[in-house]
């Protein structure tokens, strides 16, 4: 089965990598920003153009949510199986007369940090059995963890994501912030974080819960509340006051 | 040196272990909730009392922050040397004759959840030399990682922890939130969750941001804050502010 992908962001790179390890390299990348196509093409070996979309059996649409529709379009092999990874698109935003469907893999990419793709649960949609196969058989080359779902469970699963992953490392920009302003360095927080994290492996967050909010410490939330501004502010008193609706308090 | 706990919580045991452990084993601990210490005393074998607080050396304040004055009145020992263990408390907050010390332990503490003790931060302050290195000896037996902080840099230290501990385990708690309400399980974003983390002890956290908001798409941005009511839109619009200020967009 010939696949091609299409994109050279963070998503493209690590599914092309994914593939490439697993045997199942790709036949071309393709894309716009040739500077990382060509970087993508020189570590995995793989063809790449700018121009010139290769035939394939299956494309794969790496591209950010707002160019999936337009990027969708360049593909003109009706007997194709086309599948975009967003989590948030339904698989009917792609706009040609191909086979639609979605291939969203769970997991924030970044090209410089590397990853264990067998953890990556993939969640898998089509428009009938056989193109579920064939999407089913791929995700599982690169991850143990390969599962269906429809368009509305994936926009939670998406919007899960959003809070556990992409505003949990904004906290951790915030928190480096206020850290960096004292010069007291970020480092010294990394057990704690950690720890955060390893604790929901085992007990439930609301069960995990420490903090003054939770103790309804008010003498430590406003004096806090004086030693911070703007954003960070906002985001003090909204998640306080979350916290103590939560818990009742 | 004779050490005595005061306090029967999280902090008290967690403290009370790694001394234990580490062969210099509390005199006594100290507090007012009996079924709390006997269970504590059970495991670690320390003696325990609510009534008759023991004469020592040394005696850790391991209760909450609120507490702390009123339970700093009960040590009547003027060659003491007594510490608190809050993030957020001058020493001066010990209301006695005795020497007065901090003994900041930078980490998140649940009885039912074992720790490495070696890799917490504590963070000294006393009142001279002396002390300081008795704090520091003590403190170096539990943790590599021993340090000295004044107030007002512990007061910054405590804050950067609520963003990135206690305010993370909430988001955690609102996530799994959105995740149960549709028959996800939560367990999926594990491997992501710890994604994020083990990013920033490579990459620095701005530069690791991913999500809809850091890539303006407005599109997503709207379809969530319809998924979403109460406490967790509110976080939802706060965070994607702070984001969206933070990268200028």
């Known amino acids: ?35 990382e196509l060509k970087n993508i093409s020189e570590e995995l070996h ?12 299956l494309y794969l649409i790496c591209v ?8 969708s379009k360049m593909i003109m092999k009706k007997d194709a199986l086309v599948a975009h990874t967003s989590g948030s698109l339904p698989k009917e935003i792609l706009a040609g007369e191909y086979r639609k469907s979605s291939f969203y893999p769970l997991q924030t990419f ?7 793709y067998e953890k990556i649960p993939f969640f898998i949609e089509a428009e009938n059995e056989s193109d579920k196969n064939i999407l089913f058989e791929l ?9 269906e779902s429809d368009h509305e469970k994936r926009k939670y699963i998406h919007l899960t994501a959003v809070f556990a992953c992409n505003f949990v490392n904004h906290l951790f920009s915030r928190a480096k912030e ?9 480092d010294y927080f990394l057990p704690l974080i950690d720890e955060t994290v390893q604790k929901i492996h085992e007990i439930e967050p609301k069960k995990a819960q420490t903090g003054p909010a939770v103790r309804n410490d008010l003498r430590v939330l406003a004096l806090h509340e004086k030693l911070l501004k703007d954003e960070s502010l906002e985001i003090y008193k909204t998640m306080n006051h979350s916290i103590q609706k939560m818990y009742e308090l």
Do not use: C
């Open 178 to 186: 206020i850290s960096d302003s004292q010069e007291i360095p970020f």
């Open 1 to 35: 089965m010939q696949t091609v992908i299409i994109g050279s962001g963070n998503v493209a790179y690590h599914i092309a990598k994914a593939l490439t390890l697993k045997g199942v390299s790709p036949a071309q990348i393709f894309g716009r920003n040739e500077a």
């Open 46 to 57: 793989i063809p790449y153009s700018t121009e010139h979309l290769e035939d394939a059996d």
């Open 64 to 71: 950010s949510d707002n160019a999936v529709e337009s990027v």
């Open 139 to 147: 995700a599982s080359r690169i991850s143990e963890n390969v599962m």
């Open 110 to 116: 970044s090209k410089s940090k590397e990853l264990e």
